[in-house]
């Protein structure tokens, strides 16, 4: 009667435990729906955000080709002693036919301009004259018209090394449009180059909405101030000015967007593009959508499981957790030492190096000294005891975190972990000869004083790997074997020495 009543409270506890697993699963999948959709939407502005810095990394390859160009250039008028010649014509004419620029001219004091084709120009073409410029350095300006038939493009100034003058590239805003179209985010109604005081600078071509509100007014940034709140645009003017990438939902003049804006690394040139607010929701409700059907089923399913498991798990759990227990022991263990035994302690020793590749620790390896002798003099059984003895004393030796294991029939392995100082290394080491310095094995009437040699790596200097931390110090082992036995030998003895017991 007793053992039934404790058969049935046992039931009706794992129960309880089921429903308050189930009840706490669904609470926490209710949470996890409601962080889905802030997920949603910040999956949707990730994206946003990084076609904007696309879009700008493409812009600044294409502008700073001119760098690259104007220097080989600049070497061949260097060369002919500020002379423009047919070779360097020829150049010109190469990089027009090979970038994205339709137009390179050379203007060099006191003498007319002269592009690629050898044609040369009045110098009152242009609305910037680069003879008047102060300031040093490749420049980037926007012309409204270059004297040759093409309106909105972009002149980028290299200056001369030899000489008084510039070499000028003309980039259309056509380019521009058809990098951003190729590249770009496919939702954007529109894009804009702006300065950093919302100064706007061009409208890209190649966009379905030219024409946004939020181009009507000269600045960009104007714009999207009247269309937010204070707080949330002076957070967005504050990463834009700190040249983050940045977004916002702007309204203005009922044109609702999500705004992108990043900075171009050129002059104080941002990017920026909008994208209807609609198409944003649509792509978030979608994510979330998909996100809560997976959520109830997931509910439902969790719920029949867990009905159908708790009978199961009420009969397997106790029997396979004691089951799984004594064979791990039993399978790590060495019998005789009580130790781990060499699989074991190798998977440790590798599972912590894996784990910890910033990690420091001292791997020793040592032999008993004369094993085969005392076997043979003194006897299988002795040599038993002392093997004994020795992993039961020296596991004491050390931190319940180290790793001591039985690895062969005489030697023993000792992993210490996180150490990371010299002077604790040799502390340790000194630790580890005095013990064997004190050490003995036997009964009353017979009493051994073993002694060890041992090899000793430091993680990481000696090996990066267990694989190879071991072969070091399995290496040092050999020498102090070679030397005499009964000793210490580090792997970098340069820089630790040796110890003798």
Same mark, same amino acid.
């Given at each position: 009667?007793?053992?039934?009543?404790?058969?049935?409270?046992?039931?009706?506890?794992?129960?309880?435990?089921? @429903?308050? $697993?189930?009840?706490?699963?669904?609470? /926490?999948?209710?949470? =996890?729906?409601?962080? +889905?959709?802030?997920? *949603?939407?910040?999956?949707?502005?990730?994206?946003?955000?990084?076609?904007?810095?696309?879009?700008?990394?493409?812009?600044?390859?294409?502008?700073?080709?001119?760098?690259?160009?104007?220097?080989?250039?600049?070497?061949?008028?260097?060369?002919?002693?500020?002379?423009?010649?047919?070779?360097?014509?020829?150049?010109?004419?190469?990089?027009?036919?090979?970038?994205?620029?339709?137009?390179?001219?050379?203007?060099?004091?006191?003498?007319?301009?002269?592009?690629?084709?050898?044609?040369?120009?009045?110098?009152?073409?242009?609305?910037?004259?680069?003879?008047?410029?102060?300031?040093?350095?490749?420049?980037?300006?926007?012309?409204?018209?270059?004297?040759?038939?093409?309106?909105?493009?972009?002149?980028?100034?290299?200056?001369?090394?030899?000489?008084?003058?510039? @070499?000028? $590239?003309?980039?259309?805003?056509?380019? /521009?449009?058809?990098? =951003?179209?190729?590249? +770009?985010?496919?939702? *954007?109604?529109?894009?804009?180059?702006?300065?950093?005081?919302g100064t706007i600078l061009t409208v890209l071509p190649g966009f379905?909405?030219?024409?946004?509100?939020?181009?009507?007014?000269?600045?960009?940034?104007?714009?999207?101030?009247?269309?937010?709140?204070?707080?949330?645009?002076?957070?967005?003017?504050?990463?834009?000015?700190?040249?983050?990438?940045?977004?916002?939902?702007?309204?203005?003049?009922?044109?609702?967007?999500?705004?992108?804006?990043?900075?171009?690394?050129?002059?104080?040139?941002?990017?920026?593009?909008?994208?209807?607010?609609?198409?944003?929701?649509?792509?978030?409700?979608?994510?979330?959508?998909?996100?809560?059907?997976?959520?109830?089923?997931?509910?439902?399913?969790?719920?029949?499981?867990?009905?159908?498991?708790?009978?199961?798990?009420?009969?397997?759990?106790?029997?396979?957790?004691?089951?799984?227990?004594?064979?791990?022991?039993?399978?790590?263990?060495?019998?005789?030492?009580?130790?781990?035994?060499?699989?074991?302690?190798?998977?440790?020793?590798?599972?912590?190096?894996?784990?910890?590749?910033?990690?420091?620790?001292?791997?020793?390896?040592?032999?008993?000294?004369?094993?085969?002798?005392?076997?043979?003099?003194?006897?299988?059984?002795?040599?038993?005891?002392?093997?004994?003895?020795?992993?039961?004393?020296?596991?004491t030796e050390f931190r319940v975190t180290d790793i001591v294991g039985?690895?062969?029939?005489?030697?023993?392995?000792?992993?210490?972990?996180?150490?990371?100082?010299?002077?604790?290394?040799?502390?340790?080491?000194?630790?580890?000869?005095?013990?064997?310095?004190?050490?003995?094995?036997?009964?009353?009437?017979?009493?051994?004083?073993?002694?060890?040699?041992?090899?000793?790596?430091?993680?990481?200097?000696?090996?990066?790997?267990?694989?190879?931390?071991?072969?070091?110090?399995?290496?040092?082992?050999?020498?102090?074997?070679?030397?005499?036995?009964?000793?210490?030998?580090?792997?970098?003895?340069?820089?630790?020495?040796?110890?003798?017991?």
């Amino acid at each position: 009667m007793s053992d039934g009543k404790t058969k049935k409270n046992s039931w009706f506890s794992w129960l309880i435990i089921g @429903i308050a $697993f189930v009840v706490v699963v669904v609470v /926490l999948l209710l949470s =996890f729906l409601k962080e +889905g959709k802030a997920t *949603a939407t910040m999956t949707a502005e990730d994206t946003l955000l990084s076609s904007a810095n696309v879009w700008a990394s493409q812009l600044g390859d294409t502008l700073t080709m001119a760098e690259k160009t104007g220097g080989m250039i600049d070497d061949y008028i260097t060369d002919k002693g500020s002379a423009l010649t047919d070779d360097t014509i020829y150049l010109m004419d190469k990089i027009v036919k090979n970038t994205p620029f339709y137009r390179v001219m050379v203007h060099i004091e006191g003498k007319k301009p002269i592009d690629d084709e050898g044609k040369t120009y009045e110098t009152d073409l242009y609305d910037s004259d680069p003879e008047d410029e102060s300031a040093e350095g490749v420049s980037y300006t926007f012309i409204k018209d270059d004297g040759m038939g093409k309106d909105n493009v972009v002149m980028i100034s290299y200056p001369i090394t030899s000489c008084a003058g510039h @070499i000028l $590239f003309f980039l259309d805003i056509e380019e /521009l449009g058809d990098i =951003f179209t190729a590249y +770009g985010y496919e939702d *954007a109604s529109f894009a804009v180059l702006f300065k950093k005081d919302g100064t706007i600078l061009t409208v890209l071509p190649g966009f379905t909405d030219k024409d946004s509100k939020f181009l009507t007014q000269e600045s960009f940034l104007m714009s999207i101030q009247d269309g937010t709140k204070r707080e949330d645009y002076n957070f967005f003017k504050a990463k834009l000015y700190n040249e983050t990438g940045c977004f916002i939902q702007s309204t203005y003049m009922s044109d609702s967007r999500t705004i992108v804006c990043v900075p171009v690394k050129i002059e104080d040139w941002y990017l920026g593009y909008g994208v209807r607010q609609y198409k944003v929701d649509i792509e978030v409700d979608s994510a979330f959508r998909n996100l809560k059907n997976t959520v109830i089923e997931l509910v439902v399913v969790l719920g029949v499981f867990a009905l159908v498991a708790i009978g199961f798990a009420i009969y397997t759990a106790t029997k396979s957790r004691e089951r799984g227990r004594k064979l791990e022991d039993k399978a790590d263990m060495d019998l005789l030492t009580e130790l781990t035994n060499k699989a074991a302690t190798e998977r440790m020793i590798a599972d912590y190096i894996d784990s910890n590749p910033n990690g420091h620790g001292v791997l020793f390896i040592l032999d008993i000294d004369n094993f085969k002798k005392v076997n043979d003099t003194m006897g299988h059984a002795f040599g038993d005891t002392l093997l004994k003895t020795l992993g039961k004393e020296i596991r004491t030796e050390f931190r319940v975190t180290d790793i001591v294991g039985r690895t062969g029939g005489d030697e023993f392995m000792i992993f210490l972990k996180d150490i990371n100082d010299d002077l604790i290394v040799e502390r340790e080491a000194n630790r580890i000869t005095r013990f064997f310095h004190d050490f003995k094995a036997g009964g009353d009437y017979v009493k051994y004083s073993a002694t060890a040699s041992i090899g000793c790596a430091i993680y990481p200097s000696d090996g990066a790997t267990f694989k190879d931390l071991y072969v070091s110090a399995d290496q040092a082992l050999y020498r102090a074997k070679k030397r005499g036995k009964n000793q210490l030998v580090f792997y970098n003895e340069d820089k630790y020495g040796n110890n003798k017991a």
